[in-house]
């Protein structure tokens, strides 16, 4: 049984609500961080575990994707990077007397604060069917188990493998290798949720799903544009590099419907005046954007720079125009035809305010954009993200020092379990390459994405889930629907480090794997095991783990995919066997397979890892339809709420890692105690006759099949915010049952949690 049981799981019974905060990071930061490492680790673990975050022999952060600067110096300190060390690495543990001593039942009404507080899962639990209790297996027992269900299906497409970005390569390789050569595409990740619309829009126009910058390329900027991005809570090492930057002449635009305290001032812990001084101003101009206004601003920017360029000011890069694109002329037509009225609603700015922006745009020579969630996840979310390549393009900003597109990933290796074919719509190119180094054949039908793995176990077409990290039930939309269509399932399994309520919301039999996390030692057959990890910027580096594994019992991802296809398709020609005693031989595969990987076991040596080739960026090279960068023309669409109605996004607070929730403060927005919360402008509160503090239902409405459907996620304290007009914010994964599984992007099909609308009604008592 854990220990002590430090979370009391209260509700919100004692929320407070603050001013929120006008600058990011500093001390405070600081001793947030290592409060929470010392409860959690002790001090001489917690030093140990900090000590080699991010070095060349060390482990790689499983916060967030940012890129290390070289690897090379000491420690560079991040309080949210040292809480998701700290909750990987915590001394509390689950262990079978705890699922003993809580049922299912029980476990399914505790928050996912409470469950993830309860420590590391130490032994694989097995629930049959009909039971409420989870109770002991052997690994052996368990792989078995999942192996006999596995071929007991009519049809591999029955099976979900699903993915979150934590995965290291070397697994998320096995992974996929293991699921088609057992027969299907369903590979879903969290990508699907996540950078999905990045994903989409860049490689129609830029031939290349990625960002086309490296982190030294921000140092070079004029112009730094960040759209829909948090950076201060969730990805805080990118405001020292926009430190660096600012202090070198780069100006900074923050785009965003909330003024987040990272995106204003920043007070580095690292230096002398971040620890007294009032820090470094980061944006130049802070555009307080409508939710979803981003396409229309995009094109008045796009607009803009047209105007001044008939003006006379030369600020098209005509040459790059010419040679390297193509669509410009249609692009040009579709813009002079851009109707005002419409921008100036869709963005809530006026056109002083968008001429003040377009001037900084003018202004540089060289720009990057940066972009997270809040651009990714709404229904024109992959236009949105044309319309960012458009701007650039007409700069030549691809390509060149200090320019280009950066969507900023979230999970530490989201992006190199892609690059690993973690994908349910692989190219062909990608199977073409397996078929013929491992001599399987990879089905060419495409899996099912998120959305439609939820679909499918709701209508019985999918009987066998397996996670691969992550809380599937929590991080999808739709709760209540996705957890019916979970427990419809036969058999559920979640390969885990923590607990969280993806336990708690199971098949008719279901099984807990416990794993290593990226902070343990792996120990193989040949030795101790290291693995890779991609960032953001498409660095590969290596990442070792030296800490004691949280339990002896605990398999590696690696090892535990390696058992499972060993076991359920014992004729398979892949050396599974060989693969989990040596991590090496399994880069010798990937070095052979995907394009970028050759000499993968050498180059990883090489301190701060090696980039993977870029077309975009290294030559200006773009694998496109038709080989030159695209613009687009994207139709303008003005999201109206409707009367009495409000926009609600669903963001993070500084104090969870997605579900994993480490407390129940967000500093910089001033809540403290509490995530049922709210956000609403205290002037829509007036028009909408509500009270600041007033006890509310959030009512999601969504045109389905059958009439209106109403969602309602019950009782939020209300909180006055400056947030843009008619634009909402509350948490995510509180707020996820309001979104409709339907609500997706075009194209992208990831859910629209930026653009939920939504009615307020008193809450009932
Ligand atoms: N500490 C910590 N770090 C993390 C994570 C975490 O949960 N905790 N999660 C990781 C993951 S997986 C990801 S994907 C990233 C997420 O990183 P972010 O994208 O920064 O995360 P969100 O909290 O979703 O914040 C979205 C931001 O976009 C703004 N926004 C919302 N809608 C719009 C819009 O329509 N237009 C514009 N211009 N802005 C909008 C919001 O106000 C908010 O500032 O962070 C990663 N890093
Ligand atoms: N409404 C709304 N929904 C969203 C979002 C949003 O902004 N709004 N954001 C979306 C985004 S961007 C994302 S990326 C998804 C996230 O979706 P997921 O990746 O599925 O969710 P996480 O909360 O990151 O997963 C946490 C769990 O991962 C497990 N874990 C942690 N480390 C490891 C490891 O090393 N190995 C293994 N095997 N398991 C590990 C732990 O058990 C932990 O409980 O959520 C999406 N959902
Ligand atoms: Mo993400």
Redesign the pocket.
Known sequence: MAKDAPVPDQGDANLKIKKPKRWAAGVPGVAAALRMSQEQMGVRRSALALLRVNQPDGFDC?GCAWPEPHHTHTFEFCENGAKAVAE?ATLRRVTPEFFAAHSITELAAKSDHWL?AQGRLTTPMYKPAGADHYQPISYAGALELIADRLRGLDDPDQAIFYT????SNEAAFCYQLFVRSFGTNNLPD??N??HESSGSALTETLGIGKGTVTLDDLGRAELIIIAGQNPGTNHPRMLTALETAKRGGTKIMAVNPLPEAGLLRFKNPQRPSGVVGSGTELADLFVQLRLNGDLAFFQALGKMVLEADRAGRGVLDTDFIGRHTDGFTAYVEALDRLDWAQVLRATGQTREQLQQAAELVLGAKSIIVCWA?GLT?HKNSVPTIREIVNLLLLGGNIGRPGAGACPVR??SN?QGDRTMGIYEKPAEAFLAALDAEFGITAPRRPGHDVVDAIRALRDGEARVFIG?????V????DTALTERAMAKADLTVQ??????GSHACVGREALILP?L??TERDRQLTGDQRVTVEDSMGMVHASRGRLAPASDELLS?VAIVCELARRTLPDSPVPWSTFRADYDRIRDRIARVVPGFDGLNTKIDSPGGFPLPNGPRDSRTFNTATGKARFTVNRLEVLEPGPGRLILQ???SHDQ????IYGLDDRYRGIADGRRVVFVNPDDLADLGIADGQLVDLISEWPGPGGLEERRAERFRVVAYPTARECAAAY??E??VL?PVDSTAEISNT?T??SVIIRLEPARD
């Open positions: 499983p990987e993830g979150s970005g934590r995965t969290c990508s949720m996540c969630m996840q979230g999970h989201v691969m990290g992550g809380n599937f929590r991080a999808t939309p390969i885990s480090t923590k607990l969280n794993t996390g990226r991802e669903t963001v993070r890692y997605n579900t994993t995510f994964p707020a996820n979104v859910p949690s930026k």
